[in-house]
């Protein structure tokens, strides 16, 4: 099975800061790997497809990059509809996700 | 708008059944593969069963083969799930999910399962 870290588990920030999310894998994914948003109590929300893709409706301020095994989702600036949960999630072989990266107000 | 809702979640002792239902609206539904994924506090978020278009294709994770069943009913643009031998650790708020090409574009709202022991 593959293994997806995510880190930090935590990340305190502020209204405007640019802000890194890294996602590991376990072996190589090629560039099959997803980000979600979660809010509390609402289900995961598509954000990026196919390591760097933009789902339709979301902010240009959220970006993703890599292939392989290492991926990063990135927020230019920090917006206070953006503090929520993040999962990244490949599914180069079946579908594993990480463990989720809390962004929480600084 | 497409729209995902769950139903059919509940309490249910250990050793029981439940079947969820899923009613998509708004969208082909028989065009597109569905997924059934499940959420806990203690194990995040994982991938329960698979169905293809056509339901002639169906994966199961290793925590729930042999007791869980996916199904669809394209004629109803509806998603089921049976589970049967119910364990504590299948207590969850399941997702009903739309699967394109492998990524998951629609989620359901969620429904509750509670497995007591």
């Known amino acids: 099975d593959i293994q997806m870290t995510q880190s930090p588990s935590t990340l305190s920030a502020s209204v405007g800061d640019r802000v890194t999310i890294t996602c590991r894998a376990s072996q190589s994914i090629n560039r099959g790997l997803a980000w979600y948003q979660q809010k509390p109590g609402k289900a995961p929300k598509l954000l990026i497809y196919k390591a760097s893709s933009l789902e339709s409706g979301v902010p240009s301020r959220f970006s993703g990059s890599g292939s392989g095994t290492e991926f990063t989702l990135t927020i230019s600036s920090l917006q206070p509809d953006d503090f929520a949960t993040y999962y990244c999630?490949?599914?180069?072989?079946?579908?594993?996700f990480g463990q989720g990266t809390k962004v929480e107000i600084k | 708008e497409v729209q995902l809702v769950e139903s059919g979640g509940g309490l249910v002792q250990s050793g029981g059944s439940l079947r969820l239902s899923c009613a998509a609206s708004?969208?082909?539904?028989?065009?597109?593969?569905m997924i059934w994924v499940r959420q806990t506090p203690g194990k995040g978020l994982e991938w329960v069963s698979y169905?293809?278009?056509?339901?002639?294709?169906?994966y199961y994770a290793d925590s729930v083969k042999g007791r869980f069943t996916v199904s669809r009913d394209n004629a109803k643009n509806s998603l089921y799930l049976q589970m049967d031998s119910l364990r504590a650790e299948d207590t969850a708020v399941y997702y009903c999910v739309r699967d394109r090409t492998n990524y998951f574009d629609y989620w359901g709202q969620g429904t509750q399962v509670t497995v007591s022991s």
């Open positions: 708004d969208f082909t539904f028989s065009n597109y593969e």
């Open positions: 169905i293809s278009g056509g339901g002639e294709t169906r």
């Open positions: 999630q490949q599914y180069n072989t079946y579908w594993t």
